[in-house]
């Protein structure tokens, strides 16, 4: 784990693990703790690793509900976790999903930890909205595509954008639902050339210089518009469920990514199928 200061009142945190980034903010006597580290050694290390740099938090946040940008739960068991109204619901419609992703990835990874995940108390958060750090807002601006919820989150005013798992300079998009992905990209590339950041914080990889981050979104929009009219024009000319997947397929990713991410290339060209022809029934997938 690193920690690397962004500005005098930013702090991002992070892991040996998917380069998942954890961001601390502090305003007059207070901090949040945006996202957070994944193993199990580095959420022990957390609190002292903030405290030690003057960023102890008061609360919890979290841009979406995947398991691994929960577990700031785990470094400070007793604070309320804030999320997007979208993502408790979704916790609320699958309890005990994130702790059963959670413990499948560890025992993929053999990794070991001392206690379960105990989500404990969440309040949901309406999006588009704010919340404060003492006298300064964050504002929440809706980012659904990658998950069906999710929020990223600006500091205006240090022109910090946090944008969950949208926009890493290491992975290409997975879309739970690639049209809402596309919408979000359309308005993060629309922030980004009319109302810029400094600096944007995606989920995984380096923190970006606003142009770099630009060039990013307009190239996973780029793939996700031609992964989007390579399953139409197959399937206007009478494709098959696996012809339109193969011609998904053959759309090149924005770019390159390391071979275990490759079945999520596969995992975007169903969910395009689906969106366009809904789930195949149980019968065709038998």
């Given at each position: 784990?690193r920690?690397?200061s962004?500005?005098?009142?930013a702090?991002?945190v992070?892991?040996?693990f998917?380069q998942t980034?954890?961001t601390?903010l502090r305003?007059?006597?207070?901090?949040?703790l945006?996202?957070s580290p994944y193993l199990p050694?580095?959420?022990?290390?957390?609190p002292g690793?903030?405290?030690?740099?003057?960023?102890?938090?008061d609360g919890?946040?979290a841009?979406?509900?995947d398991?691994?940008?929960?577990l700031?739960?785990m470094?400070?068991?007793?604070?309320?976790l804030g999320?997007?109204?979208?993502?408790?619901?979704?916790?609320?419609?699958?309890?005990g999903?994130?702790?059963r992703?959670l413990?499948?990835?560890d025992?993929?990874?053999y990794?070991v930890?001392?206690?379960p995940l105990?989500?404990?108390?969440?309040q949901?958060?309406?999006?588009p909205?704010s919340?404060?750090?003492?006298?300064?807002?964050?504002e929440?601006h809706?980012?659904?595509g990658?998950?069906?919820?999710?929020?990223?989150?600006?500091?205006?005013?240090?022109g910090?954008l946090i944008v969950g798992d949208?926009?890493?300079?290491?992975e290409f998009?997975?879309?739970?639902?690639p049209s809402?992905?596309?919408?979000?990209?359309?308005?993060?590339i629309?922030m980004l050339?009319?109302?810029?950041?400094e600096?944007?914080i995606p989920?995984?990889?380096?923190?970006?210089?606003?142009?770099?981050?630009?060039s990013?979104a307009?190239?996973?929009?780029?793939?996700?518009?031609?992964?989007?009219?390579?399953?139409?024009d197959?399937?206007?000319?009478?494709?098959?469920?696996?012809?339109a997947?193969?011609a998904?397929?053959?759309v090149?990713?924005?770019?390159?990514?390391?071979p275990?991410?490759?079945?999520?290339?596969?995992?975007n060209?169903?969910r395009?199928?689906?969106?366009i022809?809904?789930?195949?029934s149980?019968?065709?997938?038998g």
């Amino acid at each position: 784990m690193r920690a690397v200061s962004i500005s005098p009142d930013a702090l991002v945190v992070t892991s040996a693990f998917w380069q998942t980034n954890a961001t601390a903010l502090r305003s007059g006597g207070e901090a949040m703790l945006i996202d957070s580290p994944y193993l199990p050694d580095e959420l022990d290390a957390l609190p002292g690793v903030l405290a030690g740099a003057g960023f102890e938090p008061d609360g919890l946040l979290a841009t979406h509900a995947d398991f691994d940008h929960l577990l700031g739960r785990m470094s400070y068991p007793g604070m309320t976790l804030g999320l997007a109204e979208s993502s408790v619901e979704r916790m609320h419609a699958a309890p005990g999903e994130a702790q059963r992703e959670l413990r499948q990835y560890d025992d993929e990874f053999y990794v070991v930890r001392a206690t379960p995940l105990a989500l404990g108390q969440v309040q949901g958060l309406p999006v588009p909205g704010s919340v404060e750090i003492c006298d300064r807002e964050l504002e929440l601006h809706p980012a659904e595509g990658h998950t069906v919820d999710g929020m990223a989150i600006f500091d205006r005013e240090q022109g910090i954008l946090i944008v969950g798992d949208y926009l890493s300079a290491e992975e290409f998009p997975f879309a739970t639902s690639p049209s809402a992905y596309r919408i979000t990209l359309a308005g993060l590339i629309e922030m980004l050339r009319e109302d810029p950041p400094e600096t944007v914080i995606p989920g995984h990889g380096p923190p970006l210089h606003a142009l770099d981050a630009l060039s990013i979104a307009e190239a996973d929009l780029s793939y996700l518009r031609s992964l989007h009219a390579a399953v139409v024009d197959a399937l206007s000319h009478d494709a098959t469920r696996d012809e339109a997947r193969t011609a998904g397929l053959a759309v090149d990713l924005p770019r390159e990514c390391p071979p275990d991410l490759e079945e999520m290339r596969g995992f975007n060209v169903d969910r395009q199928i689906e969106e366009i022809l809904g789930a195949p029934s149980e019968e065709a997938a038998g």
